[in-house]
């Protein structure tokens, strides 16, 4: 019994060790009441902790049983180093946040524009639009680098949504083309015969079909045009961000027309570039103010199709042009037969800060304003495309 109660006693002293060194990590130093000592990993990773939310010092000289304290300072070198660390210790998710907040309350921004910390970072979505707020900033030496990263994203990117976004595409637009009255060249014969199985002969072997099925001959040609319109305010970084990639990804799609225009109080249209999404985030400028009113205007003067258009308007809505020209604009784009779609923010992160005002406007046209996650835009478009109700979340 004595020797069971010493184990039992031994198993809850350790784990109440553990306790006092999890609270340790957590609290931060002396003072904190726990008396608990670290060393070693623990001790790394405190002082990786420290340098982002402690006080003043160096990232890499905190003892086991010091106060935390460190500092990223003004060296870029520093950060490299410290940036190293936290891979070494922390998972992804982790990481993406730390260096988030190492960005925001360091103001290391002008660090991003070194090529040796460039080379240490976790590349994600919000380091990819402070890397192109920062682009017209960046010396020669760190584009390369810079694009680098911007690559590896948009590899990521493209992994993830392409193969899913061309495949609800072609379903949406096979069924838009689909006739039951097509030519002999233009009959859909799986699905012919699947619809008409229960006219199976069995004397003859044979489907005797009713109802043929196919393609008109617009399927032959480019049946649709989409124009995605990308408000690149600084507010909207991971939705240009995501918004390019699936402009790549559509415009690699030979059934759709796309254009991709970006826009503050300036109008850049970046179609030509579309081959590589990576030139397109390279051509915005993230950043200054905005005026929905033109964008609109120099996308409706690029409709040649209306009932055959959809346009996705990407913003947040704070209008800096004239609010009821922008509102008749989409009420004659509408009228015309074009598809109009109006989306908050295209990014994981939920609906930004937007101006409600405008979003009911819209509503009131007939336009939900809504934010939308990259996996539910395939879906939005493939509803867009065949003209039925949005899935709006």
Known sequence: MSGGGSAAAAAGHAGGGE???????????????????????????????????????TPGGASGGARRSGGLGGSAPRVARWLGDIRTY?????????????????????????????????????LVGTLLSLNKAMPETTRETARAV???????????????????????????????????????????IRAN???????HRTVVPERLIGYGRSAQSVRKEVVL????????ASSVVHASVFGA??????????????????????????????DVLFGTQLGGGTDINRALAYCQ?????????????????YEGGIRNEMLRRVAAMKAAGTEFVALLALS?????????????????????????????????????????????P
């Open 249 to 278: 990804v559509l415009a690699s799609m030979r059934s759709i027309a796309t254009r991709l225009v970006v826009f503050d109080t300036a109008v850049a249209d970046l179609t030509d570039q579309l081959d590589d999404p990576v």
């Open 150 to 192: 911007v690559r590896k994203v948009v590899e990521q990117l493209e992994q993830r949504l392409a193969s899913r976004t061309r495949a609800t595409l072609t379903g949406a637009l096979d069924r838009s083309a689909r006739t039951a009255r097509p030519r002999h060249a233009d009959i859909d014969w799986n699905r012919t």
């Open 348 to 392: 994981d992160e939920g609906a930004p800060a937007y101006d409600r005002e405008h979003a009911a406007a819209l509503a009131a046209l007939g336009v939900p304003a809504f934010a939308c996650t990259p996996d539910l835009f395939p879906e939005v478009m493939a509803a867009a495309l065949e003209k039925r109700p949005l899935p709006v």
């Open 229 to 236: 319109c990308i408000d690149q305010s600084g507010s909207m």
């Open 19 to 57: 306790r006092l060194r999890r609270w340790r990590m957590v609290l931060g130093g002396d003072g904190d009441g726990t008396g608990c000592t670290l060393a070693g990993r623990d001790a790394a990773m405190d002082a990786a902790l420290g340098a982002l939310y402690g006080g003043a010092g």
């Open 90 to 126: 922390f998972p992804s998710p982790v990481v993406q946040v730390m260096q988030r907040d190492a960005i925001e309350r360091l103001g290391l921004d002008s660090l991003l524009l070194e090529p040796e910390m460039l080379g240490a970072v976790e590349p994600d979505v919000h």
């Open 301 to 317: 003067s690029r409709i040649t199709r209306p009932a055959d258009t959809v346009v996705v308007l990407i913003s947040d809505l």
């Open 197 to 203: 199985l229960k006219h199976y002969l069995p004397e």
